[in-house]
């Protein structure tokens, strides 16, 4: 059967595009935390998928869009993310020789705390938001491009230029410091504690938007979220740790790579790719597409 | 006062009687300790693995409410053999790598009297492995694939949904409910399906890469050949894929006229929304195990109306009243398919063996599963010698209006065939 490799191509590349806008919102928060605290948050994936959960509720019970249910749901997320910082990763993470070894158990801990949670008040069972416009589609030369996965797109672009522009600000500025040397920083002033949940809170708002938009676009699950935080490490790997610019364009990058390699291998090897860029990447540009090196706390 | 003197050979006699009665009572002793009949047994266990976390989460609980709900009925009814049955199971996550130390746990330390088999032919082949080891065996009213009826049937492995090998009707390895769908497949030209629709040249085969997947990939090609189909898309899905797009281009760029899916239950819904948000969609669309529950058409947990006309396999008539069907539906109103019917069917088979047995011991009870006949919610049941069920007779039906229609083999039922006619 002739396939026309035009259409083939534009079709896959669409779709690595819509599919990798999810990947890039998740690493985007995930970036954040790593980039001012120097901790792994393996619970990132299933704070973002609680939070699509909690918006899957709020229009179960009282009909309200997922996208304006994230008003209610965020500073809900907010405070959960201040509790487990304050109470769970800080008292952890206190020795600097074991932060990033401590952070990974505890928030590791966490996340199955999480995932528990959820089969608890929703069950295991699959789940999915059914909207007015869940299968609007648009063709457009041959590409069919589904509504919610359009809106997925926006979204990314537009925390990606909300956090570039958030980094020029005083309060980039100082978390950009914090992220080059602490000690320094808070020599200088800067209110470290502070700034530290102001950064995770803001990187958990944004993990609840991607688990928003997740539950929009994907049926879902409560072990979903340790598939995405996975996901998400390896895009901020392949894009350079903490880099903004890098978890943007890296998860782009990994979904086109996936929708290409399981269209020419098969689906089985969709996941084989992650692993693979993992590997490539720290073996011969450990730094990412846009990292920097950076030193770890003594 | 005389002292009377006993020589020493009649002390020694006197020693060796003694040692002789001792003896002998003590051989009287153990042969009827050994001979006598056992304590009454005050609980039956039953063992296994399910898929508690993890991706097919929302199936395994499913099976562990039927398994449970079974376990109730039985107990309210005064247990077996006035024995109480209690259940033992353990999360395996649907990781193959855990399902071999679980079983080892069950038969070694928890001692269970029965086990019955994880989710799904992949996860089943190495509990198998297991209880064959140990001499034990299992009861299905699900799970089963050849491989591991041709090593395990008869002996280790006993399933209600497993219909023998059929060299008369299909020339074909036919895999066990297939045997209704490949014949459906197989006889197109019969369908009593509504004008407008050709007859489908081309097709499209989705199978999963494990056993019984495979072993289905490999029956519809020669179908095909003789059917003048052309097979347009034939993907082995892998058992940890969750994202469709990649096939469902495949499937939008080829445009067949029929789709054959055959999938885990819980890989069948985003399937079917992936499809739709790609605006794909075919004639007829088969997705064999999507009649496992009716959760299919709730659009919270399912895929609602996209279901609609979906060709289906892997249910319980509305028709059938066997066994405690009736009872199981009165508990579980959406249990339709063998998800909640599974395991329900199951102890249904060990509550009727073990008192056919008169006896949890596991050689009576292999007799009586090989020699009687027993009914269960999903089928009656007669074991062959490779304990594949001699009655098992699988339909084919189609979700119309959330609830499947019977609609082969034509001479069960003469509903009309549907093409696929989702909302768009």
């Known amino acids: 059967m002739p396939i026309d490799l035009f259409n083939v191509a534009s079709n896959l590349i669409v779709l690595g595009l819509l599919e990798g806008a999810i990947y890039s919102l998740f690493a985007l928060g995930l970036s954040l935390i790593f980039g001012v605290m120097k901790i792994f948050n393996i619970a990132h994936g299933d704070m973002g998928i609680l939070g699509g959960y909690l918006c899957y509720w709020v229009f179960v019970m009282y009909g309200i869009d997922p996208i304006l249910a994230l008003v209610l749901v965020l500073p809900l997320l907010c405070l959960i993310a201040f509790c487990v910082q304050r109470f769970m990763i800080n008292p952890a993470i206190r020795d600097p020789r074991f932060q990033i070894i401590a952070s990974v158990m505890i928030t590791y801990g966490i996340a199955l705390c999480i995932s528990n949670q959820e089969i608890i008040i929703w069950t295991p069972d699959w789940r999915s938001l059914t909207l007015p416009y869940s299968y609007l589609s648009y063709s457009i030369f041959g590409l069919t491009l589904n509504i919610t996965r359009v809106i997925v797109l926006l979204f990314t672009v537009a925390v990606t230029i909300f956090l570039l522009v958030l980094l020029r600000t005083k309060f980039g500025k100082a978390l950009r410091a914090c992220t080059q040397d602490r000690e320094v920083s808070m020599l200088m002033g800067i209110n470290f504690g502070k700034l530290a949940w102001v950064a995770f809170a803001i990187a958990t708002a944004i993990s609840g938007i991607a688990g928003m938009l997740y539950t929009l676009s994907h049926t879902f699950y409560p072990a979903v979220g340790l598939v995405l935080t996975i996901k998400s490490l390896t895009v901020m790997v392949f894009g350079g740790m903490g880099s903004i610019s890098g978890a943007f364009v890296g998860g782009i990058l990994l979904g086109v790579a996936e929708a290409v390699v399981a269209f020419s291998l098969g689906g089985e090897y969709r996941d084989l790719v992650s692993f693979l860029v993992l590997v490539m990447v720290l073996l011969f540009k450990p730094t990412g597409i846009f990292g920097k090196v950076f030193l770890v706390p003594k | ?424």
Request: glycine fraction near 8%.
């Open chain 2, 1 to 424: 006062m005389s002292q009377e003197k006993v020589s020493r050979r009649s002390y020694v006699k006197y020693v060796g009687g003694v040692v002789a009665v001792a003896v002998v009572g003590a051989a009287a002793y153990g042969v009827y300790e050994a001979t006598k009949p056992p304590p009454a047994k005050k609980e039956i266990v039953v063992g296994c693995s399910l898929p508690l976390t993890g991706v097919a989460a929302g199936d395994g609980a499913k099976f562990q409410r039927g398994l449970q709900t079974a376990v109730d009925m039985v107990n309210e009814e005064g247990g077996i053999l006035g024995a109480k049955l209690r259940t033992i199971v353990y999360d395996d996550g649907f990781d193959e790598s855990k399902i071999a130390p679980l079983y080892e746990t069950l038969i070694t330390k928890d001692n269970v009297d029965f086990l019955l088999p994880p989710y799904g032919a992949p996860m089943s082949f190495p509990a198998l492995a297991v209880c064959e080891k140990y001499g034990k065996f299992m009861i299905s009213g699900y799970v089963g694939a050849f491989e591991i009826m041709d090593k395990f049937g008869g002996e280790t492995y006993f399933a209600a949904t497993m219909s023998g090998k059929d060299d008369t009707e299909f020339p074909y390895y036919t895999t066990w409910y297939y045997k209704a769908l490949s014949d459906f497949v197989w006889n197109f030209d019969k369908w009593n399906y509504k004008s407008g629709f050709a007859k489908p040249t081309k097709i499209a085969v989705l199978n999963e890469n494990q056993f019984w997947g495979i072993e289905t990939h490999k029956l519809w090609r020669p179908i095909a050949e003789q059917q003048g189909w052309d097979i347009v898309v034939d993907e082995l899905v892998g058992m940890a894929q969750m994202d469709f797009a990649d096939v469902i281009t495949k499937i939008k760029l080829a445009k067949p006229d029929l789709i054959l899916c055959e999938f885990f239950f819980f890989r069948c819904i985003p399937f079917i929304k992936q499809m739709h948000e790609l605006g794909v969609t075919a004639p007829f669309v088969a997705m064999s195990e999507s009649g496992m529950s009716l959760d299919w058409t709730d659009p919270a947990k399912g895929v609602g109306d996209l279901g609609n006309g979906i060709i289906t396999f892997a249910y319980i008539p509305s028709t059938y009243h066997g066994g405690r069907v009736d009872y199981l539906r009165t508990k579980i109103p959406e249990a339709c398919g063998l998800l909640e019917a599974g395991h329900f069917a199951a102890i249904e088979m060990i509550k009727q063996a073990v008192t056919k047995a008169g006896s949890v011991d596991t050689d009576a009870v292999k007799k009586a599963l090989l020699t009687e006949k027993f009914e269960t919610c999903i089928t009656p049941v007669k074991f062959d010698d490779k304990g594949a069920n001699t009655l098992w007779k699988p339909i084919v039906g189609q979700w119309i209006n959330n609830k499947v229609e019977n609609v082969w083999p034509r001479d069960i039922t003469a509903k009309p065939i549907y093409p696929y006619s989702p909302p768009m």
